[in-house]
Antibody
Framework: DVQLVESGGGVVQPGGSLTLSCAAS????????MHWVRQAPGKGLEWVSL????????DYADSVRGRFTLSRDNRKNFVYLQMHSLRPEDSALYFC??????????????WGQGTLVTVSS | DLQMTQSPSSLSASVGDRVTITCRAS??????LKWYQQKPGKAPQLLMF???SLQSGVPPRFTGRGSGTDFALSISNLQPEDSATYFC?????FGGGTKVEV
């Protein structure tokens, strides 16, 4: 079975940094694009970032571009979301998700349970 | 930037009813919308990524249609387990969500 397990969330002060990890198992990890999507408490879904199967293409929402960096380790089956210059509006539950495609399919077939990021002084 | 406007934001219906959720794009879209179901405290689940691309295990009571700028998700023979929030998605943009209460 496909499993995605996020970790690394926590409380951080505005301007701080945090790195989220997503451990993947149960599928050929290096065959698929991976995404991060976030959801503020009681709010809707916001797409954050993607990385294609080989790491060749990354893309970011305008709201995080220049502050967040997504990478992957296909030997360890992990994706990493480095977040810098965090703002209170970045507070959300961050989901890692697997695409159905190795490229830009944007069909998020499997999701983890999320890791909570709170940006507050 | 593309905007996806979902309506209604919430609805209440009875078991056995048919409900329709609409999603309007601010510009023409050339590919099918994706639809997700999210139950409280859970991660979203992909329902379909096109009118003929129902995810495994999703009952055929869920149907998607539309093209261009206007899309819809219909749920027929509504069941209690269909109580959830539904989101449409095109590429990087999600709709605001529709909470369905059965």
């Amino acid at each position: 079975d496909v499993q995605l397990v996020e970790s690394g969330g926590g409380v951080v002060q505005p301007g701080g940094s945090l790195t989220l990890s997503c451990a993947a198992s149960g599928f050929a990890f290096d065959d698929y694009t991976m995404h991060w999507v976030r959801q503020a408490p009681g709010k809707g879904l916001e797409w954050v970032s993607l990385i294609t199967w080989d790491g060749g293409v990354t893309d970011y929402a305008d709201s995080v571009r220049g502050r967040f960096t997504l990478s992957r380790d296909n030997r360890k089956n992990f994706v990493y979301l480095q977040m810098h210059s965090l703002r209170p509006e970045d507070s959300a539950l961050y989901f890692c998700a697997k695409d159905v495609s190795p490229n830009l399919g944007y069909s998020l077939e499997h999701w983890g349970q999320g890791t909570l990021v709170t940006v507050s002084s | 930037d593309l905007q996806m406007t979902q309506s209604p934001s919430s609805l209440s219906a009875s078991v056995g009813d048919r409900v329709t959720i609409t999603c309007r794009a601010s510009q023409h879209i050339n590919s099918p919308l994706k639809w997700y179901q999210q139950k409280p405290g859970k991660a979203p689940q992909l329902l379909m990524f096109g009118p003929s691309s129902l995810q495994s295990g999703v009952p055929p009571r869920f149907t998607g249609r539309g093209s261009g700028t206007d899309f819809a998700l219909s749920i027929s023979n509504l069941q209690p387990e269909d109580s959830a929030t539904y989101f449409c998605q095109h590429a990087k943009t999600f709709g605001g969500g529709t909470k369905v209460e059965v």
